[in-house]
């Protein structure tokens, strides 16, 4: 079955630090990779995705490349915020499998000033 | 705005009660999720629906129970038979042709 394996956290940096969190995949076919954002207390809400090989999301700041050879989609930003401390989730879905997403477990990442 | 609205945020439920956390949509997506959150730990799928009137068992479905009368509705019921329902329950839609998953802001559910 598919599954998604994260990087354990939790991840404390100093802010303007560089941030790395790593995601891994295994899947059956040729899933769409996202990254998810949650706020203490809060839903999910995209960050950002991608749909094929080599491909590159971005959004505030954030990156993440569609490593079909490494089966990967690692999260970076050169500086880090601290209104940036959250739980990131990595994620893939496929149009086959009726929508249906595939959650790591989260990296809680705690920024200070 | 369009989004997802579930309530209520918080709620407590005592042993051997049902409780059902609502959850409505206004994006006119055609898909709807539910899932459980447990404190370090990823998604698990409870139940989705693709189409108003028909729904399907996720990975967890057991003491759950949902319906699907209306497109913008997809209701869930956390029953007596759930033996550790604490929980932080999230719902999302997905617009046909989309993979992309739009999120309510959660129900926090607490047995006391």
């Known amino acids: 079955g598919d599954s998604v394996t994260q990087m354990e956290g939790p991840v404390t940096l100093s802010e303007e630090a560089f941030l790395t969190i790593n995601c891994t995949y295994t899947?059956?076919?040729?899933?769409?990779l996202f990254w998810y954002v949650q706020y203490p207390g809060e839903g999910l809400q995209l960050l950002l995705k991608a749909t094929k090989a080599d491909d590159k999301g971005s959004n505030k700041g954030f990156e993440a490349t569609y490593r079909k050879e490494t089966t990967s989609f690692h999260l970076e930003k050169g500086s880090v915020q601290v209104s940036d401390s959250a739980v990131y989730f990595c994620a893939l879905a496929y149009d086959t499998n009726a929508g249906k997403s595939t959650f790591g477990d989260g990296t809680t990442l705690t920024v200070k000033p | 705005d369009g989004g997802i609205t579930q309530s209520p945020k918080y709620l407590f439920r005592k042993e051997g009660q049902n409780v059902t956390l609502s959850c409505e949509q206004n994006?006119?997506?055609?898909?709807m999720y539910w899932y459980r959150q447990d404190p370090g730990q990823g998604l698990r799928l409870i139940y989705y629906s693709q189409i108003v009137n028909d729904f399907q068992k996720g990975d967890i479905a057991e003491g759950y129970s949902v319906s699907r009368e209306k497109k913008e509705s997809f209701p869930l019921t956390v029953t007596s038979a759930q033996k550790n329902p604490t929980a932080f329950y999230l719902c999302?839609?997905?617009?046909?042709?989309?993979?992309?998953?739009?999120f309510g802001q959660g129900t926090r559910l607490t047995v006391v």
């Open positions: 999302a839609s997905r617009k046909t042709g989309g993979l992309e998953a739009f």
């Open positions: 994006l006119n997506h055609d898909a």
């Open positions: 899947a059956t076919g040729y899933p769409s």
